[in-house]
């Protein structure tokens, strides 16, 4: 599989360094990026972090309204210890940091384990993940379901909290909810390769498709044919409806994202048709996103998310933000 690159082993931090170079609102630091200048004062920070290959996530949500800083790993590697540390304290305006990424064992591990050394240097720190892939475990267990595309509506609302001047506590609540108030299912139709590796990452047959395949490839619920496009939106949508969400509401924001390959010709087929099957459930859409927002290198494929939306996260949803990659 071709790749415009160097070599493998420069692959992470020569992106690193053309994203900040295109984008002056950005500041590389090693493997961490921040905004442009000191973290505001009296703010509760927000820092993120996971592997490299899912641009725009994770480093790409980095701006105002949104992260303040963000730790970032080798491809669909998680980032080092010290570098969660770094990025903690690059977010810390002396009003606490909240540390919101997804669901996976080495994130949790080297996040926990950076949150107890800088709460010895009086940094307050608490913990937000992402769980919203519903094909990763059932409703029961959904604690150990995976974070995929649905956390950028955390990161959008729990930025647009934070920006209002709430406290540490309330910014918690409110990405905390908002996790628990989304849903996300994919489907890939191709793999991807990590640069500098033999072959990709899974093996998918030319005419074949994965309902619910994780974005490093971990397994989903089935493996088939390829069937036309309203087919699959059909099954997909019934799934995220079928899931139990706490407090449901008749307003949602829907993301259809691409995982990499798949072109907005596409998206957009598979969004007119979410779109009437919300509208026949009585469901209005608000804020739909359409695009690459989370991506797997290049893999073929989208998910969809859905986040049920109340008035409050309704308006912190529409506050304004900017990022390289995001912009309200």
Known sequence: MKKLMNSPDAFVDEMLTGLVAAHPSLVQEGRVIRRAGLAKKGKVGIVS????????????YVGDGLLDT??????????????CIQAIRAADGRSGVLRLYGNYGGDRMNFDLAGEMVEMDGI???????TDDIASAAPEDSAKRRGVAGIIYAYKIAGAKADSGASLADVTATA?????????????LSPCQIPGAAKPTFELGADEIEMGMGIHGEPGIWRDKL????????????RLLADPVA??????????????????EELFIVYRHVAALLKREGLTIVRPLVGHYVTSMEMAGLSISMIHLDAEREELLAAPCACPFWRV
């Open 247 to 264: 407090h449901k509401s008749d307003r949602v924001s829907v993301l259809v994202n691409s995982l990499g390959a798949t072109p907005l």
């Open 49 to 60: 972090g996971g592997g490299s290959g899912h641009l725009p996530l994770f480093t790409g």
């Open 176 to 188: 905390q909810a908002a996790v628990d108030a989304c849903r996300t299912i994919g489907v890939a």
């Open 124 to 130: 307050e720190t608490t913990t937000v993940l992402g």
């Open 227 to 238: 069937r036309p496009a309203d087919e699959i939106a059909d099954e997909m949508v019934r």
């Open 70 to 83: 963000c730790a970032i790993g080798d491809v669909f590697a998680g980032p080092s210890v010290d570098s």
